[in-house]
């Protein structure tokens, strides 16, 4: 049996005290419809629509905000539209993902995300039209799929890596160093290095 309830005005929804920090879902929003289902005698929320100003925090690690958002337990998914923003913290590093549309599936360590998608983790940045991105447990990057107008651009201490094209498989190892990316297309890649005297600027192209 299935109940639901709606929410007006500053609403919170958060975990029960009782449930591990790390496993805590929080959550805040202008209006809300929640949909609880009845086992045995206690009633558990099932499923959260929520409306204007969202915000989510899941675990210490993870915030969440956009214009509009539905949250469905068990499969702990958040599906986001409108100014979508999420950000995870891993080794005292920030990764932030905006796009207009995003599903976050946690237990699945899975992003997907359109419209004008840009992650970015200090100077490293992942652009495209939609991006799927896999997460490590700690919620780094993995890797990402980017689909239209693909850009992906590491920098560290040597150089600047970066590569273009309509579509980018890139790979990324436990210490977010980039170590591959696959073009499909008319591709791009550009080599600088961080002391000019080291090697010149080296640029690639692939037609189609």
């Not at 409108?82 to 995870?88: A, L, P, Y």
């Not at 997460?135 to 980017?146: E, F, G, H």
């Not at 107008?149 to 498989?169: D, H, M, S, Y």
């Amino acid at each position: 049996m299935r109940e639901l309830i709606e929410l007006r005005g500053d609403v919170h929804v958060r975990s029960a005290d009782y449930v591990p920090a790390a496993e805590r879902i929080d959550i805040r929003s202008a209006r809300a419809n929640a949909e609880l289902a009845r086992l045995g005698e206690k009633l558990d929320v099932r499923q959260v629509e929520l409306f204007e100003n969202v915000q989510i925090r899941s675990g210490a690690d993870t915030k969440m905000t956009s214009n509009y958002a539905v949250y469905r337990r068990p499969a702990e998914r958040f599906e986001m539209t409108g100014s979508v923003h999420v950000v995870t913290n891993s080794d005292s590093a920030q990764t932030d993902f905006r796009a207009q549309a995003a599903v976050y599936e946690q237990l699945k360590q899975l992003v997907s995300l359109s419209g004008g998608v840009e992650i970015t983790r200090g100077g490293d940045l992942v652009n495209g039209d939609t991006v799927v991105a896999w997460l490590y447990a700690n919620q780094k990057l993995k890797k990402v799929d980017v689909d239209g107008n693909g850009l992906v651009r590491q920098i560290n201490a040597e150089r600047t890596f970066e590569v273009t094209g309509p579509k980018i498989i890139a790979m990324f190892d436990p210490q977010q160093d980039l170590t591959s990316s696959d073009v499909l297309g008319n591709a791009s890649a550009t080599l600088v290095p961080v002391t000019a005297g080291s090697y010149s600027r080296v640029t690639l192209g692939a037609p189609n």
